[in-house]
């Protein structure tokens, strides 16, 4: 399965090839400094970045540590999942022969069981049995669902053992987490003497955005002082807010003096670059996922101004957590289009242990250059080469595919570098 690459659609591209350029020279640099950090601080186990391509930046606006869209991989890829796969295994449990999957609770989502039994089949691949439990009390036997792949999915009942958890008499080495945790850590898995990947606490009820991205600058500044770039290319500018209640609308005129002094920080740079576009930013929940707490605004009256829809948007998240704490983040436009209707894209890029194993496009063809693509009418591009995140050709074009994906893989592993470190 193959697709379309997307066009980076802007003329705005200077420090982009600048900096798709100067990895590439840089690339013998750029892996023995990465190499480095992995034997100082081991990857997590997996994740998925999402990145933003604005012709004049690159960078990561979202790392998830428990990936769903493994279905969405393009099957190429399979071998690089499968080589990964054991390596990742084989650090955290080298005698490692079962693996069970610990899967989210939305038992009707099709497209996520499609990613869970993918991701089970990778490990099957890798000589490993896997199976697929699930957290919900409502579940008391297995249950096979069809999928409209034609596969199917079975999905059993967690069972605690003393200090084990097993299905049935299939009892794990590896239990990996595909669940986030949302709404808390689960007392069933507690104090296991098998191995958990990745830990309890890099849940949402523990883990907060703005962590990781203060880990993340913090990488970018030392990535970029070794191979000599301007960190602001590849970093987003970020700031924390805390005790937000939209609802009832306290600690607004702060999130809007810190709207403000990101918007002008932005514009400095947008000065200092020559570039003609308006700053914006995201204030995004500072834990969660799946795309729900966040909105893109231009000005601080555009915080103070929001109507009753958009508060009551704002102040839920996944599981019906309550947003009391929010990341200010710069918004990176998406230059990026694909196909003929030219529908924004950004990509999305999978690593298992320290590898990069792939990734897609996510596509919306009804959001902007400066709206949240993760939402309702989004769908998926497979990346179109299987090798194209891991070997650039050094005599093609800077902006040549190969290229362009080399430099994603870069930045993404910049991202999981900081996971790493946010997990230590």
Request: contains cysteine; negative net charge.
């Amino acid at each position: 399965m193959t697709s379309a690459v997307p066009h980076l659609t802007t003329a705005l591209n200077g420090p982009l090839l600048e900096l798709e350029s100067h990895l590439l020279e840089r690339q013998a640099d750029v892996e023995c400094w990465l190499r480095e950090q992995w034997l100082k601080t081991p990857a997590p186990f997996y994740a998925s970045v999402d990145l933003r391509n604005s012709g004049f930046k690159l960078a990561p606006v979202d790392t998830n540590l428990f990936p769903a869209g493994f279905n969405n991989l393009n099957p190429a890829f399979m071998p690089l999942c499968v080589q990964a796969a054991q390596a990742a295994v084989e650090r955290l449990c080298p005698k490692a022969r079962r693996v069970l999957i610990i899967a989210e609770n939305h038992t009707r989502n099709l497209f996520y069981l499609e990613s869970v039994e993918t991701l089970r089949d990778i490990f099957e691949k890798a000589g490993l049995e896997a199976r697929i439990a699930s957290l919900r009390d409502d579940i008391n036997e297995a249950i096979q669902i069809k999928l409209p792949s034609g596969k199917t999915c079975e999905i059993s009942p967690l069972e605690r053992r003393g200090n084990r958890v097993a299905i049935g008499d299939f009892s794990p080495c590896l239990v990996l987490l595909n669940n986030d945790m949302s709404g808390g850590r689960p007392a069933i898995l507690e104090d296991l003497e098998q191995q958990v990947a990745p830990p309890l606490k890099a849940g949402w009820s523990t883990r907060k955005k703005s962590d990781h991205f203060t880990h993340y600058s913090m990488v970018a500044h030392a990535f970029a002082e070794q191979i000599g770039i301007d960190p602001w290319l590849v970093s987003p500018l970020t700031l924390q807010c805390g005790e937000v209640n939209f609802m009832e609308r306290s600690g607004m005129e702060c999130l809007a003096r810190n709207v403000n002094t990101l918007l002008t920080a932005i514009q400095n740079k947008y000065d200092q670059y020559g570039i003609d576009r308006e700053p914006f930013v995201v204030v995004k929940a500072d834990s969660g996922t799946y795309g729900m707490g966040i909105m893109m605004v231009k000005s601080a009256d555009d915080v103070m101004n929001l109507n009753r829809k958009q508060r009551t948007k704002m102040s839920s998240a996944k599981e019906g957590l309550v947003v009391d704490n929010v990341l200010i983040q710069e918004g990176v436009y998406t230059f990026e289009t694909l196909g003929e209707d030219q529908a924004v894209a950004e990509p999305v890029i999978y690593m298992m242990d320290h590898f990069v194993i792939g990734g897609f496009y996510r596509v919306h063809t009804g959001r902007g250059v400066d709206e949240n693509l993760n939402a309702p009418g989004m769908h998926f591009e497979p990346l179109a080469f299987a090798q194209s995140c891991i070997t650039p050709d050094k005599l093609d074009k800077p902006d040549a595919e190969p290229n362009r994906f080399y430099a994603y893989g870069v930045i993404a592993r910049l991202a999981l570098l900081a996971a790493a470190r946010e997990l230590v």
